[in-house]
């Protein structure tokens, strides 16, 4: 039988009694600094095979460079921010929204997530040294400590200071549950293939009544804050009469779109820039553009692309090219409402 385990209780005694760690961080370090980051793990859960792999590396590195005659601090950190243990106060609290955490007190709140976040510490203390990885874990620093917070606004203020810090507008993924942003690696987490409802939607021309752009989206819901209606610049497109009224669609969607149809036009997509149209309801604005955009996906599904900005990612560049303002058609909650105008309460996709 081997007797690997009991060796390694061995070594890691010897290095404890000895202070062997603290030893190597007191030794001369004629080459100075080297400086280690080390992104930290969070704070609620025990460590897994993923840890076990990142740890001998990050455990390997600076023994390398200390051996080298450099001095590598190693200081230890917990990452206390984000929804993870939010979610975990929830359910020990039976709270179902934003809006139960506020009855609650956020005050409260925060005080039992602070109390949550470290509940593991104790075991995290045993299992690192354990692998063997030498760690200041008792001179620890926390995410959701005020000083951390500072280091992170001093930082920011020098991006400011240097002119390298600008406001815009952005479109996030929203959880309406939570009544807040995710983060890309949150929102794979629950990402699944579905399938979803489409709908043509016609948008009357401004300057020339009785022709209609149709568009073609999954996402109806966005309707009220839509913008504008994209087109391909070098892809064909077609005017067509149909039932006493003229259409103008992608050449490529023509018999997708109607059974029976004459054309009465041909014409590139660059030839409709500019046109005004009727946005399908007014709340936000009364007219819209037509703007080009090559993400415009002809012959799979679209004619137009209808564009919402603040509303689905990669598409706010092309609204603001269209001069909108940005007005959200949903509030945090996933409701579609402004101003008191129709359409409120739902959830936008339980609309369906």
Known sequence: MSDLSKREEEILKFWEENKIFEQTLQKDAPKGEYVFYDGPPFANGLPH??????????????RYRTMQGYHVARRWGWDCHGLPVENLVEKEL????????????IEKF???ARTSI????????????????????????????ATYTESVW????????????????????LCPRCGTTLSNFEVAQGYKDIDDLGVTVRLPLVDEPGTSLLIW????????????????????YVKVKSGGEFFIVAKERLAGVFEEAEIVEEMEGKKLVGKRYLPPFDYFYK????????????????WHCAYRPRVRCGRPRAGAKAKDSAHPP???GGEVCRNGQRFCGPLRKAQR
Request: proline residues 5%; charged residues 30%; glycine residues 8%.
């Open 49 to 62: 095979y993923g840890h076990i792999l990142a740890s001998t590396i990050k455990d390997a590195i600076p």
């Open 94 to 105: 039976g709270l179902k929204s934003k809006r139960d955490i506020e009855q609650y007190g």
């Open 110 to 112: 925060n005080e039992t």
């Open 118 to 145: 470290m509940k593991d510490v104790g075991a995290w203390k045993q299992i690192i040294p354990r692998m063997g990885r030498w760690a200041d874990m008792e001179a620890d620093y926390k995410t959701m400590d």
């Open 154 to 173: 001093w930082a920011f203020k020098k991006l400011h200071d240097k002119g390298l810090i600008y406001e815009g507008f952005k479109a996030m993924h």
């Open 217 to 236: 989206t999954t996402t109806a819901w966005t309707l009220p804050g839509n913008a504008a209606a994209a087109v391909k610049a070098d892809a064909p």
């Open 287 to 302: 007219e819209a553009q037509v703007p080009t955009r090559k993400a415009v996906g002809i012959p799979t599904k679209a």
């Open 330 to 332: 949903c509030d945090r």
